[in-house]
């Protein structure tokens, strides 16, 4: 379990555990008061003065049940003697400025008679100052006899006990509102979804965020089941964990299904169990998040990690191969040039023209063959470079002096004369001769080569852009594969080997293809490269 939906949920537990304890205060102080001639009340502190909550002996006092004043918002002000409503919501200001109210008016009673009240209020605010809440009590004195012989009556004790519990209920219900508000809050603002069931996993409330995914109101979950929303399949999972926490006591961390507006997602699920004041569990605490993207991401790393895998496996066989196949074929290819030595020498004696061009076809074809071993070799050892300061340009003109450029080709170098770079020449001039063949090879009927140049911050990416015909996505794909090749001769390793040689300097090459518009060919090197 995540520490932080750890610290959240035992947050909300207590919180919730709290709530109970303080209503469990609330509902022994409103026994109290049921055998009290003062009526105890909260309400609004705007608008109708709406009473939120009224103590039971209301109804012996006014006839009325506590329902009717919490139920109508305009109950107490519509009771009024219209003679008093206005002076007496006129005053009310007076709470607002000084925290505090004492008025006396006429209140109907449900016989239709008015019975003189006298109503003492005090003003809840929030930690910031703002109106939370007003508490008050009143104190029917149609006859009198609290005024004058009230005290006589009741007997002094009544006024002090009705002072202490006053205080008591102020301090009490300060206590569960600001729980009560901090409960909501984080509820509410919580980025995940969460939810309370009762022992028979019937919902007792959630968050915004599941009553949204319900098409319903926070109000509307309590009572219902997971039978009400979820396939059957679902809810009998969803209750079968439930039933497994409130069973063991502990908290229990699952990845399952979830459902919501006709999707399917992946949820990692904290339930914790809820319990009552005595330490019995009486429920469950969820929370849960979306973490569907996630699973999506770790599957397509596993893939890709499981490619990489299979690559670098296919990559080492290759080059086990190349290594293997180059040095068994470099011994007969040297016996060869040593055979064709002899003969060369005597048909210089013999004069046989045949025989020469003979000798010049396996010449030819054994440089043909030792070039492939050479590649074979080149790829399968480990690059060791020698590295010095090479300027660019001069590395192109070499370059350049060792190939035969067709006349129906232009060629275009805009390197700066000044580029000079910390690199192996060797190994980067042949990356240069393989990259220019294949541009040449790539305009069989001619066109422009551009090769240009550039330092920007501490590398210097060297770009090679022909005209010629271009190359398929299909063959961008596979181009840097081992023995992948579209030529009628070669074995596939050229670009293979630049790309080995660019990034043994720390660099990398890239290639951008039109299909019948032209390749560009980026090499991006550190200006000084660490062997």
Known sequence: ?????????????????????LRAVRDGLEFLFASSPIVIYTCKPYGDYAATFVGQNVTSQLGYAPEEFTKDSKFWVNHLHPEDRQRVLDSLSSLINKGHHFTEYRLQHKDGTYRRIKDEMKLIRDGSGNPLEVIGYRIDD????????????????????????????????????????????LFENIPERIFTKDRKSSYVSCNDHIARDLNISPDQICGKTDYDF?????????RAVDKRVMSSGKAEEIEEKYVACGHEFIVD??????????????????????????????????AEEMKQRLLKAELEATEQLAGMVGHDLRNPLQAIVGAVGVLKRDLVIRRDEKAKKMIHLIENSVEYSDKIVYDLLDYSRELQL????TNVKSLLKDTFALLKIPDNINVADLTPNELVINIDPARIKRVFLNLIRNAIDAMPNGGKLTITSQKLDEKVTIGFVDTGIGMTKEVLGRLWTPLF????????????????????????VTVASTLGEGTTFTITLPLKTTN
């Not at 020698?386 to 300061?389: A, G, K, Q, R, V």
């Open 1 to 21: 379990m995540a520490p932080a939906q750890l610290v959240e949920a035992e947050q909300i537990q207590k919180t919730l555990r709290i709530e109970v304890e």
């Open 142 to 185: 149609t006859r009198r006899e609290l005024m004058d012989g009230g005290r006589r009556k009741y007997g002094l004790s009544v006024w002090k006990r009705a002072e202490h519990l006053e205080d008591a209920v102020e301090y009490r219900t300060r206590q569960l509102i600001e729980s009560e508000a901090r409960y909501r809050t």
């Open 230 to 238: 979820y396939p059957r399949e679902l809810a009998d999972s969803y």
């Open 269 to 302: 699920t904290i339930r914790t169990p809820l319990r009552d004041s005595g330490g019995n569990v009486s429920g469950v605490l969820g929370i849960f998040r979306d973490i569907t993207e996630r699973k999506k991401m770790e599957a397509r790393l596993a």
């Open 386 to 389: 020698e590295l010095t300061n």
């Open 485 to 508: 090749t579209t030529k009628a001769k070669g074995v596939g390793l050229g670009l293979p080997i630049c790309k080995r040689m660019v990034e043994a300097h720390g660099g990398q």
